[in-house]
C-alpha cells in the first residue's frame, strides 16, 4: 500500500473536527500566531519569525495559520528560497508577491503605488508585461535605494489598508540578502499596517549565514517581532498523531509512540518517513478497517532523515528519477514549460513521470496564472538529490540547463540574466566561461540597478574570477564595475584595491580617456572615506588626463567634485575658481544639464560662503537650466539651498515658495529622502515663525522616518532642532533624549577628534550647548560652544555657527558675566553675518552689544539697541528669539524708568510665548510683570490638552486601548523606551499620575474620538 493511502482518508482531507492539516503539540505556537493574526488585523502589525530544525513543522505549522488567515478574509502571499539559491535579488519577495499582484488590475496597481509601478517592476521584474523594457532609473545610489525600499513599503501599507495581508517568507535560510534587507525594512514600518510577515528558517542558532542573523536581532530589537522556535514532538504529541492518522487508541499505541518518538527525536518529518516506510514495508497493516502491528520492536526504516529520504528516492523509476535531479538542479520553482525545455522528454513520457514523483509526494504542483508550476513538496528532498549527484553529473545538468533555458527565454534572455549566470557559471567553465562572464555581468548590471549592492558584488566577483581565467576576455569594464559595488558597500579599501588594478591597466595601454575616468572615481572613494587630501591629488590627476584627450564634459564633472572637496577643507575661495573653470567650460560647451551642475555647485558655495545675492542668481540659473534638461534632483537641490538662504537671510516669502517648490519636486520623484531633507527647512521656518506645533509635529515626523531610512546626517540634525524645541517648551526631559542622541548618533564625542560629518557634528554642539545653557551650566554651554565653533572653523562652515552656535555661546556667557567673550563673539558675529548677509547674525550682534552696553554703560543705548534687533528678529522671522530680546529691553527700559513702555514689551513677549508654549520663558515674563507691580495676563498657554504633540496624542489613544509601552512602541515605529518617556511627559503635561487617569481625562476631554 502506497504511503499517500494512508494520508488520503485523514490527514489531507477536511475532517468533521478540523479543517485543514493535523497539526499535534503545538498548541501555544498555534495561538502565538493566532494573536499575531488579531493584531495585524486590527492594525497593529506584527512580524514573527518561526524557527527550528529541518523537518520539524514550521511550514507545516505555518500552513495552518496560512488557513485561517484566508479564512478571515487576508491576502495571502507565499514565497521561498531554494537550497540551490541562484542569487537574485529579491528573490523570496517577488516569489510571494508577484502573482499576487499580478492578479491585481493594472490602473489599482498605478493607484496603489502613487504611480510607481516602474520602480515595483524594477523590484520584480517578473511582473513586467512582456515586450516592454523597464526605464533605469537614476540618481544618487543612497537615495534611489531608500526611494525603492520607502515606496515599497508605503505600497504594501495601502494594499493591505482595505484587505489584510499575510505574507510567509520560507526557508530565509537560504533568502538573498536584499529580500533580507527588505523584510527589515517593511517589518520596521508596518507597525501600523494590517499586515502580518511570517519568516521560518531552520537555522535557530544560527550556525551559517551572517546576514540572517544580524537582520533576526535587529528585528528583534523593533519590539513588534517575536521568535517562535519549534522544539520536537513529545510523546503525548506523537500518540495524537497515530490516534489521527490511524484512528488507533492511544491505549494501545503507547509503547509504540515512545519507540517512535526516541527513533526519530520528534522529528515531524523523520516520524512521517518511519511511518511510511512501516507501512510500505507491512510492518503496520490494515485489516477490517484497523491498524495493527504496534509492537514492531525494529525499524527496518532509515537511522537518519537523509536516509530517510534516499530511501523514498530509490524507489523512483529512472525517469521519474532523472525528471527529479533536473527539477533539484533548476533551484527554485519550475514552470511546466521549463521542465519540459530542460528535460528532453516529450509530452507523454515528461507526463507520466511528473505524475509518478506527485504520486510519490516529490514535488506537487499548482497552478499560476497560465503556467503550471511543479516545487518539492519538501526542501529536504531538493537538498539530498542535488548532493547526492557528485561534481559531474551536477556541473553537466547546470551547462544543459543554461542552454535549454536560454533558449526557452530567447529573445529575452538577458532578462533573465541571473538565473542564466546562475547555471553557466556552475557548468563546465572550458565550454561555457565566456557565456557566464556575459549573463553575470549582466546580472551584476541589473542587481546594481536595484541597489542590491550585496548580489551585483557577487555576480561581478564571479564574472571577474572566470575572465581572470581567459586571457581573452576582457576584464577592465568588470574590475571598475565591482570597483563600483564595492564602493556603494562602505568598502573602500576593496574599491580602492580595484581602481587601482583599471588604473594600472589603463596606463598600460595608454588608455589616457579611461585613465582620467578612473582617477576621477578614486577621488570620490578617498572623499567619501575622509581622505581630502588623496583625494584633491586624484581630482587632479584626473582633470589632466581628461584635458589631455579633450574631455571637457569629463573634466569639467571633475572640477566640480573637486570644488566641493575644496569647500569640504574650508577652502572656499580655492573652490570657487574651481567651479569657474568648470562653469567656463559648460558654457562654452553650450551643455544644459552641466551648466545647471556647475551652477548648482555655484549657489551652495555661495550659500556656505556669501555673498546671498550670488547665491540667489546662481539658484534661479540652475532651476532654469536643470528644467529644461530634465534633471530634476538638480532643481530639487537648487530650492532647497535657496529655501535655506531665505531662512538664513530672512526673507519668509522666498522660503514659502521654495519650499513649496522642492516639496513638489520631492513628491514628483516619490524621494522619501528629499522629503526629508525639505521638511528640514519646513521645521526651521515653522519654529522662527513661532508655529511651534508644527514644527514639533514635524520633527517628530521627520526624525521617524530619517531613522529608519538610515540617514546618519539628517537623524542627527532634525534630533536636534527637534530637541531645541522641547527644551524651549520646558520639556528638558525629551530635548536631552534628542540632543544626547544627536551627540551620540554624530559621534561628536569621539575622543580621537576626527570629525566626521561637520553637517551633522556642528549641529549636535548646538543641541547640547543649547541645554546647557538651558540648564544654567553656562561653563559647559561655552565649552562645548567653543569645540563646535572650532570645529565649523576648520572645515570652513561658518553658517550655523553664526545662525545657532555664536548665539547660545554669547547668551552663556552674558549669564557667566564674560563680558569679554561676548563682546568678541558679538564682533565676530556682525563681520561675518555683514558679509554673508546673514540678517540673523546680525540682530544678534546687536542684541549682545545692548546686553553688554546695559551691564556697563549706557542705558539709553541698550534700549535702542535692544529694539532694533527684536525689530530686525521680527522681520526675519524669528519671532521667539524677538521675544525673547524684548524681555531683556523691557528689562532696560525699566531701569531707565519707563514703567509703561517695559510692560507694553512683557505682554508682548507674554503673547508669544504663551502661544508657543515656551514655558520657562512664560514663568519669567510673568515674574518681571510682577515684579513690576503688574498683574500678569490670564496664562493661556499651551499646557493642558491643548499643549499635547500630535504624537502625544497618538499615545494617548493607544494608552487608552490599553497597549503597554511596547504595543505603542510597536504600533508607532519607536522603541519602548521613547513611548514611555513620551508618556511621562504627557503626565506632566496634564497633571495625571496613571495610565487609568490618563484615559479617563482624555475620554472625558473628548481626546479619543478625533482621529490622527
Ligand atoms: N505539528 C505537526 N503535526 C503533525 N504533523 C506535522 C507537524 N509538524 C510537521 N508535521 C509533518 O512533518 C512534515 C515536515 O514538516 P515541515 O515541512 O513543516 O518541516 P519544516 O520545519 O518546514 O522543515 P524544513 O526546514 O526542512 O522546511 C510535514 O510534511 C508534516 O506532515
Ligand atoms: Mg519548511
Given amino acids: 500500500m502506497p504511503p499517500r493511502s494512508i494520508r488520503s482518508p485523514s490527514r489531507d482531507k477536511p475532517s468533521p473536527v478540523s479543517a485543514g492539516p493535523i497539526v499535534v503539540g503545538r498548541a501555544a505556537e498555534t495561538s502565538a500566531l493566532t494573536a499575531a493574526l488579531t493584531d495585524a488585523d486590527t492594525g497593529r502589525g506584527r512580524t514573527v519569525l518561526v524557527v527550528g530544525e529541518s523537518g520539524i513543522g514550521k511550514t507545516h505549522l505555518v500552513s495552518s495559520i496560512v488557513e485561517q488567515a484566508t479564512q478571515r478574509g487576508f491576502?495571502?502571499?507565499?514565497?521561498?528560497?531554494?537550497?540551490?539559491?541562484?542569487?537574485?535579488?529579491?528573490?523570496?519577495?517577488?516569489?510571494?508577491?508577484?502573482?499576487?499582484?499580478?492578479?491585481?488590475?493594472?490602473?489599482?496597481?498605478?493607484?496603489?503605488?502613487?504611480?510607481?509601478?516602474?520602480?515595483?517592476?524594477?523590484?520584480?521584474?517578473a511582473l513586467e508585461a512582456p515586450g516592454r523594457t523597464s526605464s533605469q532609473a537614476r540618481g544618487d545610489p543612497a537615495e534611489l535605494k531608500a526611494r525603492l525600499l520607502w515606496n515599497f513599503s508605503q505600497f504594501l501599507s495601502r494594499f493591505a489598508a482595505k484587505r489584510p495581508l499575510l505574507v510567509v517568507l520560507e526557508n530565509l535560510q537560504w533568502a538573498d540578502s536584499a529580500s533580507l534587507e527588505m523584510l527589515h525594512f517593511v517589518a520596521r514600518q508596518s507597525g501600523g499596517d494590517r499586515i502580518l510577515l511570517i519568516g521560518t528558517h531552520n537555522d535557530p542558532d544560527h550556525r551559517g549565514g551572517g546576514a540572517l542573523r544580524a537582520t533576526e536581532q535587529s528585528l528583534r530589537m523593533l519590539g513588534n517581532t517575536q521568535r517562535l522556535r519549534l522544539e520536537a514532538l513529545p510523546v503525548d504529541a506523537v500518540s495524537e498523531l497515530l490516534e489521527r492518522m490511524f484512528a488507533a487508541e492511544p491505549e494501545r499505541t503507547a509503547g509504540f509512540a515512545g519507540r517512535l518518538q526516541r527513533w526519530t527525536g520528534g522529528n515531524p518529518f523523520f516520524i512521517d518517513e518511519s511511518i511510511k516506510a512501516l507501512v510500505e514495508g507491512g510492518q503496520l497493516r490494515e485489516a477490517n478497517g484497523s491498524w495493527s502491528g504496534w509492537d514492531v520492536e525494529e525499524m527496518r526504516v532509515p537511522a537518519t532523515i537523509r536516509e530517510a529520504v534516499l530511501a523514498r528516492l530509490a524507489e523512483l523509476s529512472p525517469g521519474a528519477r532523472r525528471l527529479a535531479d533536473i527539477s533539484a538542479v533548476l533551484g527554485t520553482r519550475a514552470t511546466h514549460e521549463a521542465l519540459s525545455a530542460v528535460s528532453d522528454l516529450a509530452h507523454?513520457?515528461?507526463?507520466?513521470?511528473?505524475?509518478?514523483?506527485?504520486?510519490?509526494?516529490?514535488?506537487?504542483?499548482?497552478e499560476d496564472g497560465r503556467d503550471i508550476v511543479y516545487d518539492f513538496s519538501h526542501p529536504l528532498l531538493q537538498e539530498t538529490l542535488y548532493?547526492?549527484?557528485?561534481?559531474?553529473?551536477?556541473?553537466?545538468?547546470?551547462?544543459?540547463?543554461?542552454?535549454?533555458?536560454?533558449?526557452?527565454?530567447?529573445?529575452?534572455?538577458?532578462?533573465?540574466?541571473?538565473?542564466l549566470a546562475f547555471h553557466y557559471a556552475r557548468g563546465d567553465p572550458r565550454r561555457l566561461a565566456s557565456k557566464a562572464v556575459q549573463y553575470l555581468r549582466t546580472a551584476g548590471r541589473d542587481a546594481s540597478a536595484k541597489y542590491a549592492n550585496r548580489e551585483a558584488a557577487d555576480y561581478l566577483a564571479g564574472a571577474l574570477e572566470i575572465a581572470e581565467q581567459d586571457p581573452a576576455e576582457p576584464a577592465h569594464e568588470l574590475v571598475s564595475d565591482l570597483a563600483r559595488v564595492r564602493q556603494r558597500l562602505g568598502d573602500y579599501p576593496g574599491a580602492l584595491a580595484l581602481w587601482q588594478r583599471a588604473l594600472d591597466a589603463a596606463r598600460k595601454s595608454g588608455d589616457i580617456a579611461r585613465v582620467?575616468?578612473?582617477?576621477?572615481?578614486?577621488?570620490?572613494?578617498?572623499?567619501?572615506?575622509?581622505?581630502?587630501?588623496?583625494?584633491?591629488?586624484?581630482?587632479?590627476?584626473?582633470?589632466?588626463?581628461?584635458?589631455?584627450?579633450?574631455?571637457?564634459?569629463?573634466?569639467?564633472?571633475?572640477l566640480i567634485a573637486k570644488a566641493s572637496c575644496l569647500q569640504a577643507i574650508g577652502k572656499t575661495g580655492e573652490s570657487g575658481t574651481e567651479i569657474e573653470a568648470a562653469l567656463a567650460i559648460a558654457t562654452t560647451l553650450g551643455d544644459e544639464g552641466l551648466l545647471a551642475r556647475v551652477h548648482r555647485a555655484l549657489v551652495l558655495l555661495y550659500l556656505w560662503r556669501g555673498p546671498a545675492a550670488k547665491a540667489r542668481e546662481n539658484g534661479r540659473q540652475a532651476i532654469l537650466l536643470a528644467e529644461v534638461s530634465g534633471q530634476r534632483a538638480v532643481a530639487w537641490s537648487a530650492h532647497w539651498a535657496l529655501a535655506m538662504l531665505g531662512g538664513l537671510t530672512g526673507k519668509s516669502d522666498e522660503i514659502r515658495r521654495h519650499l513649496a517648490d522642492a516639496h513638489r519636486i520631492a513628491d514628483e520623484l516619490r524621494s522619501p529622502l528629499f522629503r526629508l531633507w525639505t521638511s528640514e527647512v519646513e521645521i526651521e521656518y515653522a519654529a522662527g515663525m513661532g508655529d511651534w506645533d508644527h514644527a514639533v509635529a514635524l520633527a517628530e515626523r521627520t526624525t521617524d522616518v530619517a531613522r529608519s531610512l538610515g540617514q546618519r546626517t539628517l537623524l542627527p540634525r532634525v534630533l536636534v532642532w527637534l530637541g531645541l524645541l522641547y527644551l524651549g517648551r520646558g520639556d528638558v526631559v525629551r530635548g536631552k533624549a534628542c540632543v544626547d542622541e544627536a551627540w551620540e548618533l554624530s559621534s561628536s564625542g569621539d575622543a580621537s577628534g576626527t570629525v566626521r560629518d561637520v553637517f551633522a557634528v556642528v549641529p549636535a554642539h548646538v543641541g547640547r550647548a543649547a541645554y546647557h545653557l538651558s540648564m544654567g551650566h553656562y561653563a559647559d554651554a561655552i565649552r562645548v560652544g567653543e569645540r563646535g565653533l572650532k570645529i565649523a572653523d576648520r572645515s570652513g562652515h561658518t553658517v550655523w555657527a553664526i545662525h545657532r552656535l555664536m548665539p547660545v555661546i554669547a547668551e552663556a556667557s552674558l549669564w557667566a558675566s564674560d563680558l569679554k567673550r561676548v563682546r568678541l563673539i558679538a564682533e565676530r558675529m556682525r563681520r561675518e553675518s555683514a558679509a554673508l548677509g546673514q540678517l540673523l547674525g546680525l540682530a544678534w550682534a546687536d542684541a549682545c552689544d545692548a546686553m553688554v552696553e546695559m551691564l556697563t554703560g549706557d542705558k539709553e543705548r541698550a534700549v535702542a539697541l535692544l529694539r532694533g534687533a527684536a525689530e530686525a528678529l521680527e522681520a526675519i522671522p524669528f519671532v521667539p528669539d524677538a521675544a525673547r530680546v524684548r524681555r531683556q529691553l523691557a528689562r532696560a527700559l525699566a531701569e531707565t524708568g519707563d514703567r509703561e513702555g517695559a510692560m507694553r514689551e512683557l505682554r508682548r513677549a507674554h503673547e508669544v510665548f504663551a502661544h508657543l508654549g515656551a514655558q520657562r520663558e512664560l514663568d519669567g515674563t510673568r515674574e518681571q510683570l510682577r515684579e513690576l507691580g503688574a498683574r500678569p495676563p490670564t496664562r493661556a498657554t499651551t499646557q493642558g490638552v491643548a499643549g499635547l504633540t500630535g504624537r502625544e496624542l497618538e499615545i494617548i489613544r493607544l494608552v487608552a486601548a490599553r497597549r503597554s509601552n511596547k504595543e505603542i512602541g510597536a504600533v508607532l515605529g519607536i522603541s519602548a523606551r521613547t513611548a514611555s518617556t513620551h508618556l511621562s511627559n504627557i503626565f506632566a503635561k496634564l497633571g495625571v499620575d496613571s495610565r487609568g487617569a490618563l484615559a479617563d481625562l482624555a475620554r472625558e476631554a473628548g481626546l479619543l474620538e478625533a482621529t490622527v
Fill in 75 to 125: 491576502t495571502v502571499a507565499i514565497g521561498r528560497a531554494y537550497p540551490v539559491e541562484t542569487g537574485v535579488p529579491y528573490a523570496v519577495f517577488s516569489d510571494a508577491l508577484v502573482p499576487v499582484l499580478r492578479a491585481v488590475e493594472p490602473s489599482v496597481l498605478t493607484l496603489l503605488s502613487r504611480g510607481g509601478t516602474a520602480e515595483l517592476t524594477l523590484l520584480f521584474p
Fill in 348 to 366: 507523454d513520457p515528461l507526463v507520466s513521470a511528473i505524475d509518478e514523483l506527485r504520486g510519490a509526494d516529490v514535488l506537487t504542483e499548482r
Fill in 387 to 419: 548532493s547526492e549527484l557528485g561534481l559531474a553529473r551536477t556541473r553537466a545538468l547546470h551547462g544543459s540547463i543554461a542552454e535549454a533555458l536560454e533558449r526557452m527565454y530567447e529573445p529575452r534572455a538577458m532578462a533573465h540574466a541571473g538565473e
Fill in 516 to 558: 582620467a575616468s578612473i582617477e576621477r572615481s578614486i577621488g570620490l572613494a578617498r572623499y567619501w572615506s575622509g581622505a581630502f587630501g588623496e583625494a584633491l591629488a586624484h581630482y587632479d590627476a584626473a582633470i589632466e588626463a581628461a584635458h589631455q584627450v579633450g574631455d571637457r564634459p569629463l573634466e569639467a564633472r571633475v
